[in-house]
């Protein structure tokens, strides 16, 4: 493994697990208003929303707690990306019916639209996809 | 499927149950609260007459019918187009946003004893509340705050009013 791919490796690990301490400590700090956040995408019942926002963050915090500590890489990379895909179609559907509503990604207090939310998404599906394959490369 | 494969699936999903089963444990109390009609606790904000008394106590959904039983009236504290959308029936709409105009027209119409269930859109909303508040410094002495709102209300299939106030 060259030096170039072994730094963008713990580049992308960082930054990845990193982002998602972050938004799910953010999210944890007030579960209340993250359910409503989940609301407003009109998927799960009233008490629904609140279990998934009580679990999700701390879903977030440990993958992403995980990469940032190069413990467990590969399947919290998985994990990562598969939270992000999930954000990614519940995002889409959002947009497709034309919700006009804030993301939530990062709380209530961070607005940002569907659209928006969906390329940053990518981006961090593309982090979880390198970070899960040159792991592979490492090992 | 070789093993390497399966071990990372069986640690990614161990790491999905761990997570889900601490944020469970940490906020147990909350869900609890929430799957009995009880929801979170008011929002900590002091009352705008710095008395105990000018606070208005929280009700769950079980108080509410049996609130609305003894010939309360919900206050519907949202802006119009949510009102529109759907509303708790008999509902009065008084959007905290445009409290100051429309406080003379409430008052004329609603009798200062009347038991007044003021909501909004669940999930901590604080207009409640504050309408609550508002409700109490203009004289009406039997004011209730409905955490859940109606999201609870209608996600527990109760009957939904719609159209205008």
Redesign the interface.
Known sequence: VNRVEKALYHLCRVTLGGVFFYAGFIK?M????F??EI?NYEFL???W???AA??????????GG?LVANA?V???A??LG?LTLVFMVALATAAARGLDIDCGCFGAGVATTPLAALGRDAVLLLLAVIVFALRGRQA | MNRQVRR??L??A???T???L???S??HR??LD??AGRT?SPPARPATTGTVAAYPSPVDLAEVEELLAAGGLPVDARNPESFQAGHLPGAYSLPLADVSEEIGSFRNKVYLDTILIVYC?????ADSFDLAIRLIAEGYREVRVYE?GF??W???NRSVAKGER
Not at chain 1, 30 to 33: E, G, H, L, N, P
Not at chain 2, 121 to 125: A, F, K, L, S, V
């Open positions: 944890a007030d579960v209340t208003a359910a409503g609301s019942s009233y008490s929303n609140f279990v009580a679990t999700l963050p701390y879903v977030e915090m440990l993958a995980l467990r590969r399947p919290a998985l994990v598969g | 990372i699936i640690e990614a161990v790491i999905v761990l997570g889900a601490i944020g469970l940490l906020h909350l869900l929430v799957f979170a859109g669940g999930y901590g909303c859940g999201p609870e209608r996600d527990a």
